[in-house]
Each structure stands twice: as structure tokens, then as C-alpha cells.
């Protein structure tokens, strides 16, 4: 679409209502064809290059300035970028201009990287250890990212928290760049040639990018989940310290302690962090001969509260077609879950007022999965009827009574969502929970 620009006489252009800066000859810069290069660097990469402030058409941009000697590197980052533009959770490309000794990409101009913004998390005065709104759209929006690079075929190969950069248009997004190293698979090919060159920064490869081998689609998965957990726990990291990170990797040496009371977190992360890239498709991902961001997209992790209570009552529903007295295969699996899910039996974490409430209507047996999400439902279902004190001791519907229920089991989502995926995810009632399509 057209923009419309006109000056107002003032240094600045009016483009499609809002006003940018137009350099003038006193400007501390200097142009290249229609972009201008500020002298304020805002950053740095391998081989030479930087980063500086500038303006492309009036518009503000971030200029990446590349050694003409790396003509190649700059030539396959924009195919790749033009290949992946208008995602909003890729970086935007806007044009590229050449000279003698350099090649100058402009870009969308961001407020800070990832890296930076988990740092401010992790500064601030809130020291709560759950995963936050912020932190879960910024990791959601990276998994969205890669999910487009991987549906349009190409491999980044160098995700990290410091090329994820972080845009303030009327509100956060996070974004994906830097695809220097980024290939492109030929069409029907899943991997890359043994020969391809590059291969990411250290303490954020997938092992078989540290052991050169074969490189798909996996070891983005790989170095995804090494940025969820940063996410998660404002910077920490799966594998250790910086300097053991790689040998730690090679040898399969992680520790998820830190994210082990969110155990939708732990379960993917279980799933990503697999030291074997085959593996890392069993189980969540077996129906795929590869790995795909577009189911990571899916998982529980990311769920609204809404969407998880949802579920729990679609589950209830359908497990309440399943004859008690012959268990069929779903209901022995979801039962023989409560001891992870619950432990012991499940009246004992509820509030006396609750329990109460629940007795008057009918009885319920208190090691039964079945049982407790017959209790969600039906108490989701009445809420509007229940006593006002109840209402408030549960808290208002979703986020409220999601969090009263989670709090007291917080392994109970999770539980019911693997034998739901393993007996059910095909089910018209229960595949919509499978499908990013039907959750977005």
C-alpha cells in the first residue's frame, strides 16, 4: 500500500499521520543513496559488523553494516528476511543500500533485545518465580516466529535471547532477527547438506550443531527451549553457566529445577531439551517426521486460563462416557495419573466451605481424577449459583478459579492433557486443544 508523506517544514515527515525525522546537512550522519546512517551505534555482530540508528524514506531503522567482503552473508539475510516478511513477529525489512567497503541493511528499529528485556524482569522489584504475562507473550512470540521461518523452510540456526529484539508498537512483541547464518531447505528436504557452513553461537546450539552433524529443523527446537527456560526463570539457563554450557549439552547435563513448579514448562521442556534430535519428536510430536513450532505453539504451556478451564470441562464430559465398572483403556491411564496428579486424595487441599457445598449434591470419590474434574465442571457450571463466600474463596471466573484449583494441583493439568493427547487428540470434541488454529 502507498504511504502518504508529505513534509511539514520541520526536519520531519508526516507518513500516514504520524510525523518521522528527515536529516538535514547539519545531521550527524551521513547518506547512502536513500538511507541515512546516524554515527549512533546501538550495536555489534561477528565479523565487522555494526549496528547504527538511521532513516530509510523518513522512516526510523535500525542499519545493519556489514563488510562488502561478506556480501554473501548480508545477500542470504535479506532473501531470508524478504522470504519471512510481514510476520509480526519477524524483524521487518525495508531496503538495502551498497557502497565501496560495506553493504547497509535497514531494518525495523526495536527498543531492546530479549536478553535485555529479561534483565530489567529480572531487576525489578517483583521476585516472584511464576511465569508472568510479559514472560509468556515474549515466549510465545518467539515460538510464533520460528513456527513462520520453519513453515516458509528455513532453519535460523542461531536463536538466542540477544537475536530476539523487542518492539513497543502499542504494545510489546517480540521478534525474531540477525539470520545471518539462517538456510533456506530446498523443497521436500529436511535437512541440510553435511556441508553447510555456520553454526550459531556457543552455550545456545543444539548438540548436533556443536558435533557438526546433520542439521534440521530440530536444533532450532533445541536452542528454543534453551530460550523458554531464560524466559521462564528471567535469565537463567538449562545447562549451567556460561563457560560449562557447551560441554554440559554435548553430555546431556541440564537441570530443570527451576522451573519444575510450572510442570506444563517442564514437560516441554523435557520434550525440546531431548540430547537426540530424533527423540525430540517422540511422544508430543510422533505424528510429524519432523519437529514443528507450529505444535509447540499448541501446548499447554501458552493456554489462557479460559482455554485450560475449557478443557478440564470438555475432558470431564467425555470421560463421563466411559464405563466406570469395565474401564476402558482412557480411564484406567487418566486414574492410574492421580498419584502424580493429586497424591493421596484430593479433599484434603480443598477449603472445609468448598467441601461442604459439594456434599450437599452428591458423593464423590476423593481419589478419582474422573471425580475431581466432575467437581470442576459442575462447580464451573454453577459458579453463578454457588454462595457469594464461595464465589470469593474460589475467585472470579477464568483466571481466578483456574488459579484456585491450580495452586492446589498444580500437576493435574498436565496429567490429563498427556493421556488426552495419547487416547484422544484425534477426536473432533478434543482436537481443537491440538490445533493452534482453534486456540489463537
Not at 525525522?21 to 546516524?38: A, C, K
Not at 535485555?116 to 518465580?129: A, G, M, P
Not at 492410574?336 to 458423593?363: C, E, Q
Request: glycine share 6%.
Amino acid at each position: 500500500m502507498k504511504e502518504n508523506a508529505e513534509t511539514n517544514g520541520h526536519n520531519q515527515i508526516q507518513v500516514n499521520g504520524s510525523y518521522s525525522f528527515i536529516p538535514d546537512g547539519d545531521s550527524d550522519g551521513r547518506w547512502v543513496g536513500r538511507l541515512f546512517v546516524t554515527n549512533i551505534e546501538i550495536g555489534h555482530g561477528s565479523n565487522g559488523t555494526v549496528v547504527f540508528e538511521g532513516f530509510y524514506g523518513g522512516r526510523p531503522v535500525a542499519v545493519k553494516r556489514l563488510l562488502r567482503a561478506h556480501y554473501d552473508v548480508a545477500f542470504k539475510e535479506i532473501q531470508n528476511l524478504i522470504a519471512s516478511d510481514r510476520h509480526p513477529n519477524i524483524v521487518r525489512w525495508y531496503g538495502v543500500e551498497q557502497e565501496l567497503d560495506f553493504v547497509y541493511i535497514s531494518q525495523e528499529r526495536c527498543i531492546c533485545s530479549l536478553s535485555d528485556l529479561i534483565c530489567i524482569c529480572s531487576d525489578s522489584s517483583s521476585h516472584s518465580n511464576q511465569f508472568c504475562s510479559v514472560q509468556q507473550m515474549m515466549a510465545k512470540d518467539v515460538v510464533s516466529g520460528l513456527a513462520h521461518l520453519h513453515e516458509v523452510g528455513i532453519i535460523h540456526r542461531d536463536l538466542k535471547p540477544q537475536n530476539v529484539l523487542i518492539s513497543n508498537d502499542r504494545h510489546l512483541n517480540a521478534k525474531l532477527s540477525d539470520m545471518g547464518i539462517s538456510k533456506c531447505l530446498l523443497e521436500d528436504m529436511s535437512s541440510l547438506s553435511r556441508n553447510a557452513t555456520g553454526y550459531g553461537t556457543s552455550g545456545w546450539q543444539a548438540p548436533e550443531q556443536l558435533l557438526h552433524g546433520r542439521q534440521t529443523r530440530s536444533m532450532d527446537l533445541f536452542s528454543l527451549g534453551c530460550i523458554l527456560f531464560f524466559c521462564i526463570t528471567k535469565g537463567k539457563h538449562p545447562f549451567g553457566n556460561h563457560f560449562e554450557r557447551d560441554a554440559n549439552i554435548i553430555h546431556n547435563r541440564m537441570d530443570l529445577f527451576l522451573v519444575d513448579h510450572i510442570p506444563e514448562a517442564e514437560h516441554l521442556l523435557c520434550q525440546l531439551l531431548q540430547p537426540d534430535p530424533k527423540m525430540r519428536q517422540a511422544d508430543l510430536f510422533s505424528q510429524f517426521p519432523w519437529l514443528n513450532a507450529v505444535e509447540v505453539l499448541c501446548h499447554s504451556l501458552f493456554w489462557s486460563s479460559e482455554t485450560r478451564l475449557s478443557f478440564l470441562q470438555d475432558v470431564s464430559d467425555r470421560v463421563e462416557l466411559e464405563d466406570r465398572e469395565n474401564e476402558s483403556e482412557l480411564l484406567k491411564s487418566l486414574e492410574n495419573s492421580a498419584p502424580n496428579a493429586f497424591g493421596g486424595k484430593w479433599d484434603d487441599k480443598l477449603d472445609v466451605a468448598f467441601i461442604t457445598d459439594m456434599g450437599h449434591y452428591r458423593k464423590y470419590h476423593f481419589d478419582s481424577i474422573r471425580d475431581l474434574l466432575r467437581v470442576i465442571r459442575n462447580k464451573l457450571n454453577h459458579y453463578w449459583e454457588l454462595p457469594k463466600e464461595l464465589q470469593e474463596t474460589l475467585g472470579p471466573v477464568p483466571q481466578g478459579f483456574d488459579m484456585y484449583f491450580a495452586s492446589r494441583f498444580p500437576k493435574l493439568l498436565i496429567e490429563v492433557y498427556k493421556v488426552v493427547y495419547r487416547f484422544c487428540k484425534e477426536e473432533d470434541y478434543l482436537s481443537k486443544y491440538f490445533q493452534c488454529s482453534s486456540l489463537l
